[in-house]
């Protein structure tokens, strides 16, 4: 994704085009960017031979999926529906695992039936519930058990996952007498040990403190783990910096903990797979001046894109053509929906704008469509992934018809 003769690219398409074929606001792929990520994730950890679970919940796009099955990974889920996104796609069962604070049993009974490689279980009801079902259809289960590790990731507390005080996972106390159960029962199989301390982790610390914690604890219950799910969470920088998460390091922190239990690793990333690959296209419907405040609405709001107002996320905000002619205005970037928060971003010397002008909002593969919704009944933007020259329609444009 690059500018050429100041009009914005993805790869060797002129942006400008999507917009007269599929209209504002849209959703645009890179699938260059896409294998390239995947290819550096396996790279950074090529002494691990993980198994790399894509988190389905990052992009639940199927035709995004589909390619990233092509280029090898499996997939973490978190419910029914993304078990079933991910069989379609055509990923291996034995390649799928999943997860979830509440998973249903009507849930439980489909992952079961699709002898999918391992449900990581995070309470005593649920493992309860898993041999009961398990039983009753004369099976053994291979499950894992999420631990939580009370480490503080160092990250917004809103997707903080490994602090005692939060939802995911259960305490050692519980994890050992879990263990102790499961040793019992002819229907559950314990293959696995669990966890996720959060997203958008830059330093290494909070993952030695975590694995610290994971060797303690296998030491101390001398139990042999055929897998240890480490989750996700290697952050990405939205500001267009050099802020890069130290892969090799933890590694490296890997092997010193964990190398000696020979248990194969399972990372399950997703804003690191395909964050970057993504940008929304939007057009300004009008430009108000409202006080001190110039406010430029788009046709994008934080239905198309809720991190925004979910989490206070800020993207980049870039011009769809570069011109030399730069505002002194202070531009606020807003959305059409009535809500205070349906705002993206506030810029001073931005380049000069008028109505009906297109902006590129970025890096917004991961958490963008797949947290989309229709609020104020508004339909969702069309999805487009781009290969080289080829424009391909990874989802249509909904139709208010679909909704209403």
């Given at each position: 994704?690059?500018?050429?003769?100041?009009?914005?690219?993805?790869?060797?398409?002129?942006?400008?085009?999507?917009?007269?074929?599929?209209?504002?606001?849209?959703?645009?792929?890179?699938?260059?960017?896409?294998?390239?990520?995947?290819?550096?994730?396996?790279?950074?950890?090529?002494?691990?031979?993980?198994?790399?679970?894509?988190?389905?919940?990052?992009?639940?796009?199927?035709?995004?999926?589909?390619?990233?099955?092509?280029?090898?990974?499996?997939?973490?889920?978190?419910?029914?529906?993304?078990?079933?996104?991910?069989?379609?796609?055509?990923?291996?069962?034995?390649?799928?695992?999943?997860?979830?604070?509440?998973?249903?049993?009507?849930?439980?009974?489909?992952?079961?039936?699709?002898?999918?490689?391992?449900?990581?279980?995070?309470?005593?009801?649920?493992?309860?519930?898993?041999?009961?079902?398990?039983?009753?259809?004369?099976?053994?289960?291979?499950?894992?058990?999420?631990?939580?590790?009370?480490?503080?990731?160092?990250?917004?507390?809103?997707?903080?996952?490994?602090?005692?005080?939060?939802?995911?996972?259960?305490?050692?106390?519980?994890?050992?007498?879990?263990?102790?159960?499961?040793?019992?029962?002819?229907?559950?199989?314990?293959?696995?040990?669990?966890?996720?301390?959060?997203?958008?982790?830059?330093?290494?610390?909070?993952?030695?403190?975590?694995?610290?914690?994971?060797?303690?604890?296998?030491?101390?219950?001398?139990?042999?783990?055929?897998?240890?799910?480490?989750?996700?969470?290697?952050?990405?920088?939205?500001?267009?910096?050099?802020?890069?998460?130290?892969?090799?390091?933890?590694?490296?922190?890997?092997?010193?903990?964990?190398?000696?239990?020979?248990?194969?690793?399972?990372?399950?990333?997703?804003?690191?797979?395909?964050?970057?690959?993504?940008?929304?296209?939007?057009?300004?419907?009008?430009?108000?001046?409202?006080?001190?405040?110039?406010?430029?609405?788009?046709?994008?709001?934080?239905?198309?894109?809720?991190?925004?107002a979910l989490y206070g996320a800020k993207h980049r905000i870039i011009p769809?053509?570069?011109?030399?002619?730069?505002?002194?205005?202070?531009?606020?970037?807003?959305?059409?929906?009535?809500?205070?928060?349906?705002?993206?971003?506030?810029?001073?010397?931005?380049?000069?704008?008028?109505?009906?002008?297109?902006?590129?909002?970025?890096?917004?593969?991961?958490?963008?469509?797949?947290?989309?919704?229709?609020?104020?009944?508004?339909?969702?933007?069309?999805?487009?992934?781009?290969?080289?020259?080829?424009?391909?329609?990874?989802?249509?444009?909904?139709?208010?018809?679909?909704?209403?």
């Amino acid at each position: 994704m690059k500018y050429i003769n100041n009009n914005f690219f993805v790869e060797k398409v002129n942006s400008k085009k999507l917009v007269k074929n599929f209209g504002t606001p849209i959703y645009c792929y890179s699938h260059e960017k896409l294998k390239k990520n995947i290819n550096n994730f396996k790279s950074n950890f090529s002494k691990l031979k993980p198994l790399i679970c894509f988190s389905i919940k990052s992009n639940s796009n199927l035709n995004i999926i589909r390619e990233i099955k092509k280029l090898g990974l499996g997939a973490d889920v978190v419910s029914k529906g993304e078990l079933l996104q991910a069989i379609k796609a055509g990923i291996n069962p034995k390649k799928i695992v999943f997860s979830g604070v509440g998973k249903t049993y009507s849930e439980l009974k489909y992952a079961i039936d699709k002898k999918i490689l391992l449900i990581n279980s995070e309470s005593k009801s649920e493992v309860i519930e898993i041999n009961k079902i398990a039983k009753s259809k004369n099976k053994i289960v291979d499950i894992g058990i999420r631990l939580n590790p009370n480490t503080d990731a160092k990250t917004l507390n809103k997707i903080s996952t490994g602090k005692k005080g939060d939802k995911f996972g259960v305490n050692e106390k519980t994890f050992i007498e879990l263990v102790n159960y499961i040793k019992k029962s002819k229907n559950i199989n314990l293959r696995c040990l669990s966890v996720h301390i959060g997203s958008q982790i830059f330093e290494n610390k909070p993952y030695e403190k975590m694995l610290k914690v994971i060797d303690r604890i296998i030491s101390k219950i001398n139990f042999k783990f055929d897998f240890i799910d480490l989750g996700g969470g290697m952050g990405i920088s939205y500001k267009n910096d050099n802020i890069k998460f130290n892969y090799k390091s933890y590694q490296e922190s890997i092997i010193k903990y964990l190398g000696k239990y020979n248990s194969k690793i399972i990372f399950e990333p997703g804003r690191s797979i395909v964050a970057n690959t993504g940008i929304l296209i939007s057009k300004i419907i009008y430009i108000k001046k409202n006080q001190s405040k110039n406010f430029v609405i788009l046709d994008a709001g934080m239905n198309d894109l809720m991190r925004p107002a979910l989490y206070g996320a800020k993207h980049r905000i870039i011009p769809i053509n570069k011109t030399n002619k730069i505002s002194n205005k202070t531009y606020e970037f807003v959305g059409p929906i009535c809500e205070s928060t349906d705002k993206f971003l506030t810029i001073k010397k931005f380049q000069k704008l008028k109505e009906k002008d297109l902006i590129i909002i970025c890096d917004v593969g991961a958490y963008g469509s797949s947290l989309s919704s229709n609020y104020n009944l508004r339909s969702k933007p069309a999805e487009i992934l781009i290969k080289g020259s080829r424009i391909i329609v990874a989802k249509k444009r909904q139709k208010l018809k679909d909704i209403i």
